[in-house]
């Protein structure tokens, strides 16, 4: 019955990504013509649709935004004899002509350009619409300034320094695109002036979404599309990272209690959260997916961690001890079980823990012969409110502890069997919460805004049949490839447009 959904889903949803990209305009150039593609509210929701079909594009919410920042920083080592995926990043070498580090960028912009143009033909559809047609437009609408919200959140996450609220008003953001009737150059605003218009598209978003997704949706693959619990995760994750604490909090706890008043849940049991990770990605506590059939599988996240020919287990990346050691009880933490020690197909033989997470979905699967190794991309999940309420309250001078151990506690009950409930300091809250989002939040797309918003470098420590020098670099918290280079072509094209240090 899943399978027979996904396709109907995939019918709605996929509309095909379009092969080229006008990055000057931010819009792709390969679409019909305006005029002959914005005339009715059927045209409307054909546009609505592509968008989500945009969102899968290879360097964004399918793959590069999900694990290019994790493999850049500590959880993951590079194993001798691999094809050297990614080498750049996980060198610490790119620049601004690196594909991969252009890659999440260009995807963003793709899907901003697509919106805008939504946004530019909405007025004259709406003035040769029904009534019932524009409710339905302006429910659309709603996800639309949602998603843009969420693009540029992912660009701030990567090419933007850390959120200073004492510097925000200076410190670089993205250019503010509202529309493709702009001048041919933009500078880039200043991140607070970002973060405010993300603020505002996702107000924009709160004014016109009504569906608040329950468990049937989520037994059902309903969750594909933007919640009201998503809205505030959102704005919940975007204040954590702004250190606006007290909103950050609010916000993580509404949408919380929004999915448990819906039947939503934390994964209680080894076998629920295995699904969920290992298995075809679906779960309780996935409030929002982002959809996928198996038409859809153009890369595969799982070649990376567990790239097979035939019986020849083959990864580019196996877990760091480092990272490893973070389990402080792998035999009941259940997420531990991502992990499965094997000998690798290689001809060193190496022995190691290779990783399983999100790399395999029996629901995306061409055939029996044809396995997908990717599932489909949870974009929010109710353990990471969890760990930003934790987080946010140790974070206040005036916070409460008693409500960040309640929130901690709670996601350990629920990962680690035989868990026995603790009673933390701040200082301990804030180190616990710091690895329970390494382990909770792998791979899909925190590691590297988080080491760079705590401040924090990193030592890779040599681990057997790794490939050195890069097995053993450290990483000062202040190294410029924290922020990624605005890509050389966007430079080449747009003289007001300034670069980041890790551009020169």
Request: charged share 25%.
């Amino acid at each position: 019955m899943k399978k027979v959904l996904l396709y109907f889903i995939g019918w709605c949803l996929c509309t095909g990504i379009v092969s080229c990209k006008d990055f000057l305009e931010k819009y792709p150039y390969d679409s019909l013509p305006q005029e002959e593609s914005f005339k009715t509210a059927d045209d409307f929701s054909f546009h609505y649709l592509g968008v989500y079909s945009s969102m899968k594009a290879p360097g964004g919410f399918t793959e590069g935004s999900r694990i290019y920042g994790d493999i850049q920083c500590d959880l993951f080592q590079s194993v001798v004899a691999s094809a050297g995926m990614l080498s750049g990043i996980y060198n610490w070498q790119f620049n601004a002509n690196d594909p991969d580090a252009n890659s999440i960028y260009d995807a963003m912009w793709l899907t901003i350009g697509r919106l805008n143009r939504i946004f530019d033909n909405y007025p004259a559809i709406k003035n040769n619409s029904t009534e019932d047609e524009i409710i339905s437009m302006e429910m659309m609408l709603g996800d639309l300034f949602f998603i843009r919200a969420f693009c540029y959140s992912e660009l701030v996450k990567y090419y933007c320094e850390a959120y200073d609220p004492a510097r925000a008003d200076e410190q670089l953001g993205m250019p503010i695109v509202k529309t493709l009737n702009h001048e041919r150059n933009l500078p880039r605003n200043t991140l607070k002036e970002t973060y405010d218009f993300m603020y505002s598209d996702l107000d924009s978003a709160a004014n016109r979404v009504v569906r608040t997704v329950n468990i049937t949706d989520v037994q059902n693959v309903r969750n594909l599309l933007v919640g009201t619990q998503a809205i505030h995760a959102l704005r919940a994750r975007l204040a954590l990272y702004q250190q606006n604490y007290a909103l950050a909090s609010t916000e993580a706890y509404t949408a919380y209690e929004a999915c448990e008043q819906n039947g939503l849940t934390l994964a209680q049991s080894r076998e629920e959260y295995e699904y969920m990770t290992i298995g075809d990605g679906l779960g309780a506590e996935v409030i929002m997916l982002l959809g996928l059939t198996p038409d859809d599988v153009k890369g595969s996240v799982g070649a990376y961690f567990r790239k097979s020919f035939g019986t020849s287990l083959q990864p580019e990346f196996v877990p760091s001890r480092a990272f490893l050691q973070m389990f402080d009880d792998p035999t009941n933490d259940y997420r531990y079980g991502i992990f499965e020690r094997q000998r690798l197909g290689y001809t060193h033989g190496l022995e190691w823990e290779v990783c399983y997470k999100d790399g395999h979905s029996s629901l995306l699967d061409k055939s029996s012969t044809n396995p997908a190794y990717q599932s489909m991309p949870k974009l929010f999940r109710m353990s990471e409110l969890v760990l930003i309420i934790a987080e946010a309250q140790a974070s206040m001078p005036d916070g409460d502890l008693s409500m960040a151990n309640k929130f901690l506690n709670a996601l350990k009950v629920c990962r680690i069997e035989g868990w026995k409930e603790k009673s933390y300091s701040k200082a301990q809250i804030l180190d616990e919460v710091k690895k329970e989002r390494a382990k909770e939040l792998c791979l899909e797309g925190f590691r590297l805004a988080d080491l760079k918003r705590w401040k924090m470098g990193f030592l890779r420590k040599p681990q057997p049949y790794t490939n050195a020098p890069f097995n053993a670099i450290e990483v000062k918290s202040d190294d410029p490839r924290f922020t990624w280079p605005i890509p050389k072509h966007e430079m080449d094209v747009n003289p007001l447009m300034k670069g980041n240090e890790s551009n020169y």
